[in-house]
T-cell receptor
């Protein structure tokens, strides 16, 4: 079974621009979560999508948004990029609560975003 | 305020010995805990998990222990192998009733297995 895929793997943008990142979950997984990883803050939860609806959101400004399509693929958008948005953005998929307490998330390789 | 803490940024263990990675949490509403392993330039890989209704879960060389009263969990790796050298993240889930929230991660412990 193919794992979680993310595109692109690397991206360089200029401050003020916007960016869209893409994530394809494991086949059959309907939940997609996004995380930001930085050296200082570690892994931080951005938001989760399930059945095309945002279910949960972390503590990030409104410049960070996302969506999920009917095939469970998800995109994340960051508008008006700031230098501090430079990070590894990780996408994870899961079966989300369909088996009780089992909630393992499976991560993609990430998109490394550099803002200059 | 960091709700999940891994106080050891790094740990060095000899091959064949036991590796013990520790994690403390502050939120008593966390109901599910997971350990992930991460190699450079890759996403985290799920290792093992434990529900808050249990105190131990084993999977091969990996055992996770949960002490709810102390709000502490640990990952034991026995015996440690060179391929275990990686960064290990502890994560916790807060179940909010209507659906599970995102995972809260610790900042990781870099495990180095010495030959």
């Amino acid at each position: 079974k193919a794992g979680v895929t993310q595109t692109p793997r690397y991206l360089i943008k200029t401050r003020g621009q916007q960016v869209t990142l893409s994530c394809s979950p494991i086949s059959g997984h309907r939940s997609v979560s996004w995380y930001q990883q930085t050296p200082g803050q570690g892994l931080q939860f951005l938001f989760e999508y399930f059945s095309e609806t945002q279910r949960n959101k972390g503590n990030f400004p409104g410049r960070f948004s996302g969506r999920q399509f009917s095939n469970s693929r998800s995109e994340m958008n960051v508008s008006t990029l700031e230098l501090g948005d430079s990070a590894l953005y990780l996408c994870a998929s899961s079966l989300r609560g369909l088996a009780g307490y089992e909630y393992e998330q499976y991560f993609g390789p990430g998109t490394r975003l550099t803002v200059t | 305020d960091q709700q999940v803490k891994q106080n050891s940024p790094s740990l060095s263990v000899q091959e064949g010995r036991i590796s013990i990675l520790n994690c403390d949490y502050t939120n008593s509403m966390f109901d599910y805990f997971l350990w992930y392993k991460k190699y450079p330039a890759e996403g985290p890989t799920f290792l093992i998990s434990i529900s808050s209704i249990k105190d131990k879960n084993e999977d091969g060389r990996f055992t996770v222990f949960l002490n709810k009263s102390a709000k502490h969990l640990s990952l034991h790796i026995v015996p440690s192998q060179p391929g275990d050298s990686a960064v290990y993240f502890c994560a916790a889930r807060l179940y909010s009733g209507g659906g599970a929230d995102g995972l809260t991660f610790g900042k990781g412990t870099h495990l180095i297995i010495q030959p």
